[in-house]
């Protein structure tokens, strides 16, 4: 205690002589203030003509009277300043003597006091780090357990099953999350609930893309049966054709045959072998017909079969576009909530950060050094006379009075 006041206790300097600026200059120049204002009187009404020898004179006295008062006033004002700047001069040298003199002592001091108070706050910025290297150790963990739902974007039904088992077996401790347990437990029941209805999708889906599938092959199997149909039907043909030759040749070569025997008869038999030859040609006719309308109705089956295939196809087109339009849109819907979630959580981070950072300061306050620092600057005073003030009361025994609300 007796140090601090040694420290503190200030030497009344010697009574000096004020001057008042103002006043003072107001007293250098007042016999020069009646000069002039006399002077200015007597020129106001002085009346003269600088072509007459009289004139003259009159415009050179008046003349000489202002130049006498300009240099008197002058020669005042330089001898009035000159003491008063060797005094300026004479106390900044000394001025500078003095912060020679203090300098050292005050630098021993104010290094010490500098160098204990950067050693508390490394240690406090060290006890920031631990704390903020542990929280994000805890967070990433959590982090982790919220991308379980990233995971399942595009895998089997099996895979997202696995994850689901995986993230079921996770047991949520205080060991590990510490005061971050609650969330997590949130976090990890959410991802299970996403996984849930992750799953529950891709099942549906790859039922439908095995119906799809089946759809597939039981049309695949139409068309080749169509196929086969279609190439009986040519070898029916192709068969037909061949014996109507066959047959055609046949009876040419009766009729041949027939002419060579019977040259004479030909004749008498030529009606009936006339008739023969209609009915024949009648047969062949209604047979041409046949296999026409046979080849008529495999054209139309043909036609038929590829207007159900290319309209098979266009349907599946636009089911395959419409299931994919509607996953995009969930995937966007589904990105911008969790984009939203993510962005509330920081929002959320960030306010309790900053009511943990307050609870902390008004639980311990601010370092002695800023307080005899802000008390200091509050007064003008050094921070050592406010030390002095604050070693002066018995700050425990004092009752502090509680604001009262306006």
Not at 19 to 25: D, G, L, M, N, T
Request: with cysteine; proline share 2%.
């Amino acid at each position: 205690m007796s140090e601090s006041k040694d420290l503190v206790a200030v030497e009344q300097p010697q009574q000096l002589i004020t001057i008042e600026p103002a006043k003072y200059v107001e007293l250098v120049f007042e016999p020069f203030a009646k000069r002039l204002a006399d002077a200015k009187t007597l020129a106001s009404a002085a009346v003269f003509d600088v072509g007459t020898t009289a004139g003259m004179a009159l415009a050179v006295k008046h003349r000489a009277t202002f130049r006498d008062i300009r240099v008197a006033s002058e020669k005042a004002r330089k001898e009035r300043k000159a003491p008063i700047l060797e005094i300026g001069k004479l106390l900044d040298s000394r001025q500078k003597e003095i912060e020679a003199e203090i300098e050292p002592f005050e630098s021993r001091f104010d290094n010490a006091i500098k160098a204990e108070e950067a050693r508390k706050e490394a240690e406090k910025q060290a006890k920031l780090a631990v704390e903020k290297a542990r929280v994000d150790a805890i967070r990433a963990k959590i982090e982790q357990i919220k991308d379980c739902i990233v995971f399942a974007m595009g895998k089997s039904a099996t895979e997202i099953q696995g994850a689901i088992n995986e993230l079921s077996a996770h047991e949520i401790t205080l060991e590990e999350f510490m005061e971050f347990a609650g969330e997590a437990e949130a976090a990890k029941d959410a991802s299970l609930a996403k996984l849930g209805e992750a799953l529950t999708a891709q099942q549906a889906h790859e039922a439908e893309q095995a119906r799809i599938a089946a759809e597939r092959a039981e049309l695949e199997k139409l068309r080749a049966e169509a196929a086969e149909r279609e190439r009986q039907v040519a070898a029916e043909r192709a068969a037909q054709e061949a014996h109507d030759r066959a047959e055609r040749e046949r009876i040419a070569a009766e009729q041949r045959a027939a002419q060579e025997k019977a040259e004479a008869a030909m004749r008498k038999q030529q009606e009936e072998h006339e008739a023969r030859m209609r009915a024949q040609q009648a047969e062949i006719d209604r047979q041409q017909a046949e296999i026409a309308a046979e080849r008529q109705r495999q054209a139309d089956e043909a036609a038929r079969i590829e207007r159900e295939k290319q309209a098979a196809i266009a349907a599946e087109a636009a089911r395959v576009g419409a299931e994919a339009q509607a996953k995009r849109e969930a995937e966007e819907a589904a990105a911008r909530a969790e984009a939203e979630r993510v962005e509330n959580e920081r929002r959320a981070a960030e306010a309790e950060r900053i009511r943990r950072e307050q609870t902390e300061f008004e639980a311990n306050g601010p370092e002695p050094s800023e307080i005899l620092e802000v008390l200091a600057n509050n007064w003008d005073v050094s921070t050592e006379v406010a030390l002095h003030w604050l070693t002066r009361h018995a700050w425990a025994a004092m009752e502090i009075e509680q604001c009262q609300p306006l």
